[in-house]
C-alpha cells in the first residue's frame, strides 16, 4: 500500500506492475512469460462502506471477464491532495496456462479527486474497454469525471435515483447499461409481445396501471414508463401522489394528442434492503373500436411467474416463468454488449421528465 501525493503514488503503481508483468512466471517447470488476460478494463465507483460489495463483485467478474479492475472511492479524512493506493496480480490456472490479472484500489482525498479522470486514463490497459459503474454511494464528483472517458457506464436504476442517473446521462456519449432493466428484461419483452401483429392498438393506448412493491428505493415504475412513453412519443404533463386503490396519479399525452391514465398501485412492501419490484402491468386499449385490456401480471404465489392475459377485443391467457438470474450474471450482461444503447438512453432521459413532474 502506498499513500501521498497523486503523481508519486501513481508512478510507483505502474512501475511494480510493471515489473510484475515482465518478470517470468516461476511456478512452471521452465519459467515463461505470464499469460494476462486483457478483456477489459473495469472500473468501479462507490462510497467506502461499498469497497468491499465492489472487491467480492470484482472477484465473481473476472471468472468471465478478467482484466484490470480499479476500485475507486473518496474519504475526506485523507489529506485532501493525497491519493491512496493498494494493487494486487492474482494468477489462476485454466488447464496447463496460468492466466493472470490485477487490480488497483485508489482512496482520493477531496482535492486529489479532480485528478480521477487523468488517474484512470494513466492506468488502464490500452487496446480494450473501459467500463465504468457507479454503485448507488458513488460521489459526484468521482461519476461525473469518469463518465465522459468511459466505453460504456453501468449504474443500477433500483439503488440510483433515475434523475441523477439521468445527470451523468447528459455528460457522456457512452453507451448506457442498467442493471435494473437488464432484471426487467422479461417484463418489457411481454408487454411489447401484445402489439406484435396489432401495433394500432399500441397507438390506442389510453390507460397504463402499474403494480410494484412499496418501499423507500427507487421506483421500478419510472424506468417502465420512461421506456414505454419514448418508445411511442408520449409527452408526461402532470403526477401527484399515490391514490389507494390504485388511482390516477399522472396524465400523459399519446402521439396523436389523446390523454392517457397512469395509475400506480403499492403491493406488499419489499424487504429494508430489497429493491422494490415490478409486479404488473395492466394496459386499457381498442382494436379496430372495440375495447381489449391487456395484463402482464405475477402469480401471488408462484411471483416467478407472469399470468399474460389479452380481454376484450381479443383474448388469451398464458402463463411465463421470468427466469432467475444471478447480480454476476447480470452486471456480464450490462458489460458484453459494447454497441449504443439508445434505447436505454432515451428510456432514462423519458424517466427523469416523469419523475420530475
Request: glycine share 8%; net charge negative.
Amino acid at each position: 500500500m502506498s499513500a501521498g501525493r497523486v503523481a508519486e503514488v501513481i508512478k510507483r503503481v505502474e512501475s511494480e506492475l510493471a515489473e510484475f508483468w515482465s518478470a517470468p512466471d516461476e511456478s512452471r517447470a521452465e519459467p515463461a512469460p505470464k499469460t494476462r488476460a486483457s478483456t477489459l478494463n473495469f472500473v468501479a465507483v462507490g462510497s467506502r462502506a461499498e469497497v468491499e460489495r465492489l472487491k467480492e463483485q470484482a472477484e465473481d467478474l473476472a471468472e468471465t471477464h478478467a482484466g484490470r479492475t480499479l476500485l475507486i472511492t473518496l474519504d475526506d479524512r485523507l489529506d485532501p491532495l493525497t491519493v491512496q493506493a493498494d494493487w494486487s496480480a492474482t494468477c489462476r490456472r485454466a488447464g496447463e496456462v496460468p492466466i493472470c490479472y490485477d487490480r488497483v484500489e485508489l482512496t482520493f482525498g477531496v482535492a486529489a479527486a479532480e485528478r480521477v479522470a487523468s488517474v484512470v486514463s494513466a492506468l488502464t490497459i490500452s487496446d480494450v474497454a473501459v467500463i465504468v459503474e457507479l454503485a448507488p454511494g458513488a460521489p459526484n464528483v468521482l461519476g461525473d469525471a469518469l463518465a465522459p472517458i468511459c466505453n460504456r457506464l453501468v449504474f443500477d436504476s433500483a439503488e440510483t435515483c433515475i434523475e441523477r442517473i439521468a445527470e451523468v446521462a447528459r455528460g457522456t456519449r457512452a453507451p448506457l447499461a442498467d442493471r435494473a432493466f437488464v432484471r426487467t428484461f422479461s417484463f418489457r419483452e411481454l408487454v411489447a409481445r401484445f402489439f406484435d401483429d396489432m401495433p394500432e392498438a399500441c397507438r390506442a393506448i389510453r390507460r397504463v396501471e402499474i403494480a410494484r412493491s412499496a418501499g423507500a428505493k427507487p421506483d421500478p415504475a419510472a424506468l417502465f414508463l420512461g421506456w414505454i412513453g419514448s418508445r411511442l412519443g408520449w409527452t408526461f404533463e402532470s403526477r401527484g401522489p399515490a391514490q389507494p386503490g390504485g388511482g390516477v396519479v399522472g396524465r400523459a399525452r399519446g402521439a396523436d394528442g389523446a390523454p392517457i391514465e397512469i395509475a400506480l398501485i403499492d403491493g406488499p412492501p419489499a424487504d429494508a434492503q430489497a429493491w422494490r419490484r415490478l409486479d404488473g402491468v395492466r394496459l386499457w386499449t381498442s382494436l379496430r373500436g372495440e375495447p381489449l385490456t391487456l395484463g402482464c401480471v405475477r402469480l401471488d404465489k408462484a411471483p416467478g411467474t407472469v399470468r399474460w392475459t389479452m380481454e376484450g377485443a381479443r383474448s388469451a391467457e398464458h402463463l411465463h416463468p421470468l427466469g432467475y438470474r444471478d447480480e454476476t450474471w447480470v452486471l456480464a450482461k450490462t458489460i458484453d454488449s459494447l454497441e449504443g444503447d439508445r434505447l436505454l438512453r432515451e428510456a432514462v432521459l423519458t424517466a427523469a421528465k416523469w419523475s420530475a413532474l
